[in-house]
Nanobody, 130 residues
Framework: EVRLVESGGGLVQAGGSLRLSCAAS????????LAWFRQAPGKGREGVSC????????YYADSVKGRFTISSDNAKKTIYLQMKSLKPEDTAVYFC???????????????????????WGQGTQVTVSS
């Protein structure tokens, strides 16, 4: 069993920055993809970004491209989401998810289909005030 624990959420003013962390623990797993999703109040869950353990390839949703950066520390089994130039519309609960599949190269939005991800964290709240 894999456990994912997010941290780093909080309240920040528009234009500010936050860094989220997601630590994975539990069963050993091979190639995988770790991703960030978010869910704003009253809305469905949205795929934000992901990173492949196989080759480090990344994907970003258009809504965060150029502002968010995903990175990983494989030794620590931890991924990070550096968020800059935050906007009130970034307010959401951010979830970390792990998919036990191999993905390399250039990704399409299909990489963020929720059904691909096997394990989910409990989420961390990010609130951006205007």
């Amino acid at each position: 069993e894999v456990r994912l624990v997010e941290s780093g959420g909080g309240l920040v003013q528009a234009g500010g920055s936050l860094r989220l962390s997601c630590a994975a623990s539990g069963s050993t797993f091979g190639d995988h993809v770790l991703a960030w999703f978010r869910q704003a109040p009253g809305k469905g869950r949205e795929g934000v970004s992901c990173i492949s353990s196989a080759d480090g390839s990344t994907y970003y949703a258009d809504s965060v491209k150029g502002r968010f950066t995903i990175s990983s520390d494989n030794a620590k089994k931890t991924i990070y989401l550096q968020m800059k130039s935050l906007k009130p519309e970034d307010t959401a609960v951010y979830f970390c998810a792990l998919g036990k599949f191999t993905a390399t190269g250039s990704f399409t939005p299909g990489i963020m289909r929720e059904m691909l991800y096997d394990y989910w964290g409990q989420g961390t709240q990010v609130t951006v005030s205007s």
